[in-house]
């Protein structure tokens, strides 16, 4: 149980172009849903919290108008980065707590590998 | 915020060799994982655990809460074992268990 599904898993995109990414839990709901992007050889890094039905939170430095979360049901989250730039180059995994309680673990999509050119 | 420090930044094992990764971390947590990630990039939940011993073939952990460490331990190594090993914490005042991640150790298995 407790999976989660991201989609697409690599995209090549032109710079300037935007870019949607999905994740999903396909067996349970998530109120809450995280967005991480990790750069070659480095960890990962928290972007924005996905809420569910209200405004995502977004981490100091993460533009929130470049990195734009909709979390429209308890099963979806997309990430959509906007206008995308060469260097918004990176991995990106999106991830949720399964069954929602709270002292349970963090389950992670396989990621997005977006590389603009 | 939290700060999470691993231990060693690379290491380097002849298969077979038993090996013990270390994270410590700045504050009290409620949730701690372990995750090894493979060179497609997906994270592999090897343990939540925020406190305790749990083992799973031939990994285990162990984190004592109380002096803010945990250690996974990889005994037999494989080739397979290759990766990094990422632990990530999440601090005990915060909710909705945002993780933070430690910056890994490269582990590379030779055969």
């Known amino acids: 149980g407790a999976v989660v599904s991201q989609h697409p898993s690599w995209v090549i995109c032109k710079s300037g172009t935007s870019v949607k990414i999905e994740c999903r839990s396909l067996?349970?709901?998530?109120?809450?849903m995280f967005w991480y992007r990790q750069f070659p050889k480095q960890s990962l890094m928290l972007m924005a919290t996905s809420n569910e039905g209200s405004k995502a939170t977004y981490e100091q430095g993460v533009e929130k108008d470049k990195f734009l979360i909709n979390h429209a049901s308890l099963t979806l989250s997309t990430l959509t980065v906007t206008s995308a730039h060469p260097e918004d180059s990176s991995f990106y995994i999106c991830s949720a707590r399964g069954g929602g309680q709270f002292d349970s673990p963090l389950h992670f999509g396989n990621g997005t590998r977006l590389t603009v050119t | 915020g939290i700060q999470v420090e691993q231990s060693p930044p690379d290491l380097i094992l002849q298969e077979g060799a038993n090996s013990t990764l270390r994270c410590n971390f700045s504050?009290?947590?409620?949730?701690l994982q372990w995750f090894h990630q493979n060179p497609w990039g997906q994270l592999i939940n090897l343990f939540y655990?925020?406190?305790g011993t749990k083992q799973n073939g031939r990994l285990s952990a162990t984190t004592v809460a109380t002096e803010r460490y945990s250690l996974l331990y990889i005994s037999s190594s494989q080739t397979t074992d290759s990766g990094v090993y990422f632990c990530a914490v999440a601090p005990r005042e915060t909710s909705g268990s945002r993780l933070t991640f430690g910056e890994g150790t490269q582990l590379t298995v030779n055969p």
């Open positions: 504050d009290s947590v409620n949730n």
């Open positions: 067996d349970f709901q998530a109120t809450t």
């Open positions: 655990i925020p406190s």
